[in-house]
């Protein structure tokens, strides 16, 4: 099945700005990390392939169907969403919050044997089985976060879109989250995650975009992407290559950069 | 080490379990009370046997405690669902304007329709919605959305009850309703007639958004959020206030603006049971229902044979807490 997700010279404009303008890409199962400065359009290209906003130009196709066609419900069973701000009204537990990634699923009957499975086994692979009692005000910022992974994967999608997942998390809960994705895509769904650290997403993804300006500048390899003259094009600072053990860093160089 | 889910869940069945029960035993107390005590458990055989009494509470007890639970469970319910939808432990259909923007619809109708009583709770309806038209376009996306609207909603509540005071000052009201009775609340027109007009309007408003739980748990998470989930957001928000403005307006044209439940007692089931709608909504109507009778009990008793306004007694308990919760900012303390 080569239709996944599809985006055809998708545009989207507000306030008489263009925030993404032609950009056509197909995606398949795997992991898709999305890179580019802030505010080049990765947030929005997320909403807009999750079917959240409507584009002004352009079309998103889901396995073949323009995105506009599906009922919320349906989408809600197709993709799950992560978006970079999140909060809660309510006093929930971090349980609750996890429960309603199985909205969709439910369609107004209360929780089975499965939907409670579901939920314990979401929690234990984002490592917040611990927390499933607390109130989620009272967790920090990185529990958070696992929580809503886990609400995420409770929702139980081929195709999961995050943004900025990594946000808020220490080194190592970094790598549990990206190498999380990267099992989840080798499982066969398709993770498209905006993220910010260049070295970290090419040692996890399978495929990168870059997008600079609203524009998708290169869409490939993480090995043939890491070209420093494409990350000055993409960041507007130049980039040094580093080679260690066969596999290739990049780091940025400015005017503050102290030398050796 | 954690605890097991389902002891909390045994916790809210139980919870609802008793709120099932304080109920009829709210109506009962309030029934048997007043300047003629009847007690309650004497009350079936006072009613078979015709005795001295029975015609007291057929005629005026009765309709009274089950006018006040069914205005009571439906303040309560509104002011958890707009709670929900607003996104804000702070919304109180009483505060943000929308009890005196009914009972403005109501006395606007009065005016031109003195005889025409079957209209008053559509009236009332159509005057919440006017105000919650108006809020939601006041308020708009800013910062802060929750003060603004509180700000806004008081201030609109102002100037709607000097609307009424002018209203009533220039019409009059056929009915011998006092702006107190529209301000402060009471249920001193309790009878079967207005139960009638009431009831139909409350209880489908109550029914329908005892359905819209799991939408509202949803929008916990925020708009987008809510959407990503499957909900279509806008339908969701145009129904459910839709139906709040349905009961408001069914409630406050009956009994006046009775303050706070609607804030109070979905605050207390929150502490005490968790924040999932399929709890806090059936038992927020049961609660608000027997508070509101007991609060109507009080109200004709304390100071009996003179009767307080109901509202008063709600304010004096809801108000502290009102300012409690927003001087902590809400939830996150």
């Known amino acids: ?260 | 080490m954690t605890p097991d889910p389902r002891q909390f869940q045994r916790r809210r069945q139980g919870l609802l379990l008793a709120l099932a029960l304080l109920l009829p035993a709210s109506l009962l107390l309030g029934a048997a009370s007043g300047a003629y005590y009847i007690p309650p458990l004497e009350i079936p055989r006072v009613l078979q046997q015709g005795l001295e009494g029975a015609s007291v509470l057929l005629n005026l007890r009765f309709p009274r405690v089950l006018l006040a639970a069914l205005v009571g469970g439906t303040l309560a319910l509104s002011g958890a669902v707009l709670q929900g939808l607003l996104r804000t432990p702070l919304a109180e259909p009483g505060l943000v304007g929308l009890g005196l923007g009914a009972a403005f619809g109501a006395v606007l109708w009065l005016a031109f329709f003195p005889l025409a009583a079957w209209g008053l709770p559509l009236a009332a309806a159509l005057g919440v919605l006017g105000v919650l038209g108006l809020l939601l376009r006041l308020v708009g996306e800013g910062e802060q959305p929750g003060v603004r609207l509180l700000l806004m909603g008081l201030l609109l509540g102002s100037v709607l009850s000097a609307l009424i005071g002018f209203l009533q000052f220039r019409v009059g009201d056929p009915q011998g309703r006092s702006l107190t009775f529209w301000t402060l609340g009471s249920l001193g027109g309790a009878s079967w007639e207005l139960l009638a007009l009431t009831a139909p309007l409350a209880l489908l408003s109550g029914v329908l958004l005892l359905g819209q739980s799991r939408a509202l748990n949803a929008l916990t998470l925020g708009e987008e959020e809510a959407f990503h989930l499957g909900i279509s957001v806008g339908a969701l928000r145009w129904r459910a206030l839709l139906l709040v403005a349905l009961g408001v307006g069914a409630a406050v044209g009956a009994a006046g603006n009775i303050a706070f439940v609607g804030l109070l007692v979905p605050w207390l089931l929150r502490a005490l049971g968790g924040a999932d709608h399929r709890f806090v909504l059936p038992a927020a109507w049961l609660l608000g229902a027997s508070l509101t009778v007991l609060a109507d009990l009080a109200a004709r008793t304390l100071f009996a044979p003179a009767e307080l306004p109901v509202g008063l007694l709600t304010t004096l308990v809801g108000g502290p807490l009102f300012l409690y919760l927003f001087a902590r900012g809400g939830w996150r303390g």
Do not use: C
Not at chain 1, 101 to 129: C, S
Not at chain 1, 182 to 192: D, E, F, N, P, S
């Open chain 1, 1 to 260: 099945m080569a239709n996944w997700l599809l985006a055809q010279n998708l545009g989207f404009r507000r306030g008489g700005r263009w925030l993404l303008q032609g950009v056509s890409l197909a995606l398949e199962p795997g992991f898709w990390v999305l890179l580019g400065p802030n505010g080049a359009g990765k947030s929005t290209l997320l909403r807009l392939l999750s079917g959240e906003w409507q584009p002004s130009e352009g079309a998103v196709r889901l396995w073949g169907r323009p995105i506009g066609e599906y009922r919320p419900g349906e989408l809600a069973l197709q993709r799950a969403f992560l978006p970079q701000q999140r909060s809660l009204a309510f006093p929930y537990t971090a349980r609750e919050v996890v429960a309603l990634g199985r909205l969709p699923h439910q369609k107004g009957r209360p929780e089975n044997a499965r939907d409670l499975e579901r939920i314990e086994a979401a929690l234990r692979e984002t490592r917040a089985l611990a927390l499933a009692e607390r109130p989620y005000f009272s967790l920090s910022g990185g529990e958070r976060v696992r929580v809503d992974l886990a609400r995420i994967l409770a929702q139980e999608t081929p195709i999961l879109l995050l943004d900025e997942p990594t946000n808020h998390l220490d080194p190592r809960q970094q790598l549990e989250v990206l190498s999380l994705l990267a099992r989840r895509a080798r499982q066969g769904h398709l993770v498209l995650a905006a993220l910010h650290d260049l070295n970290q997403a090419a040692l996890f993804a399978d495929g990168l975009l870059f997008l600079r300006e609203g524009r998708l500048l290169a869409q490939g390899a993480p090995q043939e992407l890491l070209q420093p003259a494409l990350l000055e094009a993409v960041y507007g600072v130049p980039f040094e290559l580093l080679e260690h053990r066969g596999r290739r860093l990049v780091l940025p160089v400015g005017e503050g950069t102290p030398t050796a």
